[in-house]
């Protein structure tokens, strides 16, 4: 059997990118479930009254250390004009997916 497609490109096979799919799939429920499992035994996931708008703050203070300060500023626009009036109140454990989906 030919290795190679008439264009020369090597083929690759199908079942080493399901097989590396399915490991980061399996990584993620990993994670899921040991939070879920630390949820249940009453393990602190975070202080109760963290607000998105602290987290964000926080980010915009610390997690862009390595970044422009044009893309600071531009993030600190986008955040201050979009994320924090409609998000920053909630707190950031009982922020779900389900919970932005409807609003």
């Not at 264009?7 to 429920?29: E, H, K, L, M, P």
């Not at 997690?63 to 201050?80: D, H, M, N, P, S």
């Amino acid at each position: 059997m030919d290795r190679h497609r008439d264009c020369g490109v090597r083929r690759t096979r199908q079942a080493d990118r399901q097989n590396r799919i399915r490991s980061y799939q399996d990584r993620g429920q990993a994670q899921f479930a040991r939070a879920a499992r630390d949820r249940e035994d009453g393990l602190s996931l975070g202080r109760d009254g963290y607000t998105v708008r602290q987290a964000v703050e926080d980010w915009l203070a610390y997690g862009l250390a390595r970044q422009g300060t044009a893309t600071v500023e531009k993030y600190r626009i986008f955040c201050g004009k979009h994320v924090i009036p409609f998000l920053g109140a909630q707190k950031l454990r009982d922020l779900t997916a389900a919970r932005l989906m409807r609003g």
